[in-house]
């Protein structure tokens, strides 16, 4: 048995103490993720601290079959899009530059971060997608079930994104390199 | 690991995010102050429902069976009866039905709620 399905269990026993350590150890990629879906840093915050009380008030419907953690994005993504409501527009259609959270937490100094041409070049599913998968490494098949959607669709839309941000990666490396 | 999915990991590392204390304090004092819903446990039905409900089927096939049957001679068609259950091969199945068509129930779901989804944001987009 991990240390995390000891937590698990032990939160699911109704001990707050574990599953605040179980919220530890996702607390920081669930924000980071959570920053590129909502329009302000305190709205991330506030998704955060959603989906850790939600997540503890039914964890008793987790299902030790799936991953943890694609439970845990399932949540999240639901709460970022329940700040967000039914009838908003695309994320990146709702940033300028100065408010955008995303930019704020990469340094001025560093290159163009390929996650916000990303959010501006892909839509939130899409996005979704690939972050789940490059960023946090899951599987195909965690990633079609935490976004409720097909594996056909999921591989297609990685694909399509892949070919997308192959594109801009390529532009920007010509760019720097015709200015030298 | 190609090299956008390296440029990609790289690149999501280099989010840089805390969760400040003021944040810790806040997610640890409302962990506390939530109590876990209870997953309402299954009551186990008593022994004579099963009995019950065995006897309801049986009658209620016996008494479609007496109906098809009760039919006067006049009524009943010439043509030769042909007979169905014969002329289908048996397939004798080992494996739990469940077990095999879950998957495909599933993925078929997935399927149903893409298709939704899509009708919705074509909906949305021309404004219904």
């Known amino acids: 048995m991990t240390d995390e399905s ?25 924000l980071r993720f959570l920053l590129t879906r909502c329009a302000s840093f305190a709205d ?51 940033r300028d ?34 972050w789940l998968r490059y960023a946090e490494d899951m599987s195909v098949n965690d990633i079609s079930t935490t976004l409720d959607r097909s594996v056909s669709w ?26 030298g | 690991m190609d090299k956008l999915a390296k440029q990609l990991r790289a690149d999501a590392e280099r989010i840089e995010v805390t969760v400040s204390d003021e944040l810790d304090r806040r997610i640890n004092a409302s962990l506390r102050a939530v109590e876990p819903v209870e997953q309402v446990p299954r009551t186990a039905k008593p022994p004579f429902f099963w009995l019950a409900s065995t006897l309801t089927g ?25 007979n169905f259950v014969a002329a289908v091969p048996t397939i004798d199945l080992k494996a739990e039905s469940a077990m095999l068509t879950g ?6 779901d997935k399927l149903q709620s893409d298709l939704k989804k899509a009708e919705e944001k074509v909906k949305r987009d021309i404004g219904l």
């Open chain 1, 6 to 30: 000891k937590l698990i269990a032990a939160a699911q026993a109704g001990s707050a103490d574990a599953f605040c350590g179980l919220a530890r150890l996702y607390r920081e990629r669930l």
């Open chain 1, 44 to 94: 991330a915050e506030d998704a955060l601290q959603d989906t850790l009380i939600a997540a503890f008030r039914y964890i008793h419907s987790y299902d030790s079959r799936w991953r943890f953690s694609t439970w845990l994005y399932r949540i999240a993504i639901r709460n970022a899009a329940k700040l967000r409501g039914p009838d908003t527009v695309d994320i990146g259609e709702l």
């Open chain 1, 97 to 130: 530059e100065e408010n955008d959270p995303l930019q704020q937490c990469i340094a001025d100094s560093e290159t163009q971060n390929l996650w916000v041409s990303a959010r501006s070049t892909l839509n939130d599913e899409v996005f979704t997608a690939m």
């Open chain 1, 154 to 179: 999921t591989k297609v839309n990685l694909m399509r994104g892949r070919r997308a941000l192959e594109t801009q990666m390529n532009s920007v490396a010509n760019q720097s390199e015709a200015y």
């Open chain 2, 58 to 82: 049986v009658a209620a096939a016996v008494a479609v069976i007496a109906i098809v049957n009760w039919q006067s001679p006049d009524e009943q068609t010439s043509a030769t009866p042909v």
């Open chain 2, 103 to 108: 998957p495909l129930q599933d993925e078929l």
